[in-house]
């Protein structure tokens, strides 16, 4: 009975000492909550474009999705951030599969890091299953650097979030028909 004990009151004084590091001790660890609307993993474009704080849901995880990949157009910044291509994305947008017709249906622009090697060109216009991520490495760089009618630019803490924010594509490859 005696053992039992001493194991036991080891096992609380481990147990109290744990509940009391400190959060950068690498004893504890602590798992942020994700959002309830939180799906993980996504399984469409519609998904993605209608979570309110993607990194809180999928931080930098690797996220694999079909979509209809399209030229995103003509984009009118109203704030200029450099790496342009994190910041302003204008690589192409994806579309829920199917959905592409349809007025107000889910999209979501996407960045690609020039020195990746990705390439969209013979993918526009197609259905694809597009991987990236959430959170990439370079939106700590990211900063403004103008904004419309002459606005003093921004905090750099709300250009590294709104990065943050992008998802930027890791690999493209067509769907079979």
């Known amino acids: 009975m005696r053992q039992y004990s001493v194991i036991l ?8 000492c744990m509940a009391e590091a400190s959060p950068t001790s690498s004893s504890v660890a602590v798992e942020p909550t994700p959002p309830a609307d939180c799906v993980n993993p996504p399984p469409d474009i ?3 474009s209608d ?13 694999t999705v079909d979509a209809y990949l399209t030229g995103s157009g003509v984009v009118e910044w109203m704030v200029v951030i450099e ?10 947008s994806l579309y829920l599969v199917g959905e592409t017709r349809k007025v107000g249906a889910p999209f979501l622009l ?5 020195a990746s090697g990705v390439s969209f060109d013979e993918h526009f216009d197609s259905n694809v299953r597009i991987s990236g991520h959430y959170d990439d490495p370079a939106a700590q760089t990211c900063q ?16 590294i979030e709104l990065c943050r924010r992008t998802f930027v594509v890791t690999d493209v490859l067509p769907l079979e028909p």
Request: hydrophobic share 45%.
């Open 9 to 16: 009151a080891a096992l609380v004084l481990t147990v109290g």
């Open 46 to 48: 519609a998904t993605l």
């Open 51 to 63: 979570q309110a704080d993607p990194v809180a849901c999928y931080g930098d995880a690797p996220l």
């Open 83 to 92: 790496p342009a291509w994190l910041g302003n994305p204008t690589a192409g």
């Open 110 to 114: 996407v960045a690609v890091d020039p």
């Open 144 to 159: 403004e650097t103008g904004r419309a009618f002459g606005e003093t630019p921004g905090p750099a803490v709300e250009a």
